[in-house]
């Protein structure tokens, strides 16, 4: 029943910004954790941001941290992902995902319990 939808991935440079959003149904969308993980070519999925249910925290891998921002509008039932100062390194399939257990902070795969279908982000020099 539950279903997450991205949009926004494209054709970036190096240096480029770009915002992804994910829109969810089928769940109390304000009272779950929510975050964005990416797969590239021929590497396993790897956790990129996650959003606490009120968006009062939120954590990041070391490799965007300072570079990506995630947000939330629960009136919307929204989760963005703003990338900042991409790199080639940043190409991949970016999923979002909502966490298993409402009120819980989600950071490891495991720890989420629904998957979106990807929006791709390709880098061209």
């Known amino acids: 029943q539950v279903q997450l939808v991205e949009s926004g991935g494209g054709l970036v440079q190096a240096g480029d910004s770009l915002r992804l959003a994910c829109v969810a149904s089928?769940?109390?969308?304000?009272?779950?954790?929510m975050g964005w993980f990416r797969q590239a070519p021929g590497k396993e999925r790897e956790f990129v941001a996650s959003?606490?249910?009120?968006?009062?925290?939120?954590m990041y891998s070391d490799s965007v941290r300072g570079r990506f921002s995630i947000s939330r509008d629960n009136s919307k039932n929204t989760v963005y992902l703003q990338m900042n100062s991409l790199k080639p390194e940043d190409a991949a399939v970016y999923y979002c995902?909502?966490?298993?257990?409402?009120?819980?902070?989600?950071?490891?795969?495991?720890?989420?319990?629904?998957w979106g279908q990807g929006t791709q982000v390709t880098f061209s020099p």
């Open positions: 089928g769940l109390t969308f304000s009272r779950y954790a």
């Open positions: 995902a909502a966490g298993r257990t409402p009120f819980i902070m989600a950071i490891r795969s495991s720890e989420f319990g629904s």
């Open positions: 959003i606490t249910w009120r968006g009062e925290r939120a």
